[in-house]
């Protein structure tokens, strides 16, 4: 770890100007981004007494290698510019309220002759009704499962329901009775988007006049001796009024609002929400993080609105006219600008003072509570275990450097083919996958595990120097490189990469360079596997002159970690921290592996007479068979009906023709998954 002494900028070095700053570490990642008013201010206090630093930032500043900041001409542009690298470079160290996931809607596409209902996140697509958000998205999913009882709406995709179209027998909910089965005729068009229109005349609040007509109908059944159907119309009637009670009024029906509230100690945050919409609670979102700078709750709630709206603004129906906080957030005025922006169109933020607002405030905040203090009776044995299992591999292992990242290798494959290997990354103890790397393996590197693992680990540390090369001749040249950084002019706040708002020179001027994930060295490799296979890893390092990262291998038998150029294995105890670690990251690669080995041993076990054509590549046969639906009809099309497809012309058009043109005598072959043997197109 660096001290924080040798890369401390001079007082006087350091602009007076807002602007947004990031630390990085001995490889060049970015590791925290922050924002100021006064750069100067903010960056010098990081270099104070490091004893009167929160543990979180004293760790951020002694892992650092180097600080650089980024003068703009506007608070609201240093809002932006900040949501933009923490988005670009995730670093490890800044608080993370997102959970990578846009809110799950329940969705109505009444744009399809045949409306589905169906779970959606993401964009908003025309001619579709979205209910909610709601949160978790089994919430939905259950809500789905008792409504399609009495409305019964078509829930399959689209290719589930052209082959029971083509078949003539509906899907399995066509025959209990969940799905009026439209495939096959049983509904009309009309009648069925007429039972879409209900189901989204319930969902939007007007449920009573549905329950009423139920109700009716089962005093008649009752009145004519028909018991049997007054019961099923009973048990639907529940069902509607489980559904009606799970989404009850809370507040007045035109409301539509967020309420946000924080529950906080010295080192940590729990934050809830609660999605209201038309004064019905349709969501609830919870996270817990851990500070790092010395930051009160106003900051806390800036963080909070900028992550948590950042990460949907491509759709700005996901935030409401109205977010109730605990306390209004600082910089007020810019970040009222800036969701205004996103929403595109008024935003209200305030705090409720009294009234049902305010009760409802008290529930949210009662709830992120009992996540905190939930989270931290779990987190206390968490970090005390993974930080003994970390400690007890490094004295064990004999290594030099604590054990700040561990990635682990594993081959798949079944007697030789469809060769795959999996990369899985460990931070701190604890999986980072988005980090995760998958590799295609072809060749002589194929013929064996050991040339599987060599290929593999010689690819993953060559694009860590490559990536290092171009990071030291980025530095050398002070520009960036747009051969192989390219900057994404999109992604960054700025008109021109070289000069701020206000017009003067930045300290950094390689903003918006693409991070190289592969940048990053472990501080430990792991093999699945024996001497062999951690033989091969090394010699893969030697060959790229790497000396310090060091390799072991966990063999499955009797589970021995064998350390590179030693003749015995180190035997950890049967109850050993270290070693569980160990055997879930090789489960974990394990898993992997498998995944992806299955993924393209399924792709290459589908056969179609399409393959066989020359200089037909994956993208024009998609292509054809979109536009014609089936070999059968490409094999009936002219030569000017095959030119209409994009990307044909009258050389290929010539060749796929003559290509599928049936010998007399010969049967067309149709595409057949050669493992179950279902025929793919007809």
Known sequence: MANPVTYRPK???????PGVYRFRDEHGRVIYVGKAKNLRSRLNSYFANPQGLLPKTRSMVFTAASVEWTVVGSELEALQLEYTWIKEFDPRFNIMFRDDKSYPYLAVTMGEKYPRVQVMRGDKRKDTRYFGPFYPAKAIRETVDTMIRVFPVRTCSSGVFKRAERSGRPCLLGYIDKCSAPCVGRISPDDHRALARDFCDFMAGDSKKFISSLERKMGEAVAELD????????DDIAALRRVFERNT???SED????IFALREDELEAAAQVFHVRGGRIRGQRGWVVEKVEDMDTADLVEHLLQQVYGEGSSSNEEIPREVLVPVLPSNGEQMLEWLRGLRGGRVDVRVPQRGDKATLMGTVEQNAADALRLHKSRRAGDITTRSAALQELQEALDLPQPLMRIE????????????????VVVEDGLPRKSEYRKFSITGDAARDDTASMYDVIYRRFRNYLAGKAGEQRDAAAD????ETDPVDDAASVLDHPEVDGAGEPMRDTTTAVTRNRFAYPPSLVVVDGGPPQVAAAARALEDLGIDDVHVVGLAKRLEEVWVQDSEFPVILPRASEGLFMLQRIRDEAHRFAITFHRQKRGKSMTASALDDVPGLGPAKRKSLLKH???VKKIRAASVDELLAVPGIGP?????VRSSLAVEPGNAPASAVNMTTGEIIED
């Open 11 to 17: 007082t006087g070095e350091i602009p007076l100007d």
């Open 227 to 234: 018991f049997e159907a007054a019961a099923r119309l009973r």
């Open 249 to 251: 009024v809370v507040l």
């Open 255 to 258: 409301t539509d609002a967020d």
């Open 408 to 423: 682990c290798f594993d081959i798949s494959h079944v007697q030789g083919t469809n060769v795959v290997a999996s990369m």
């Open 479 to 482: 520009l960036p490189d747009p």
């Open 628 to 630: 014609f639906g089936s």
């Open 651 to 655: 050389a290929l058009a010539e060749t």
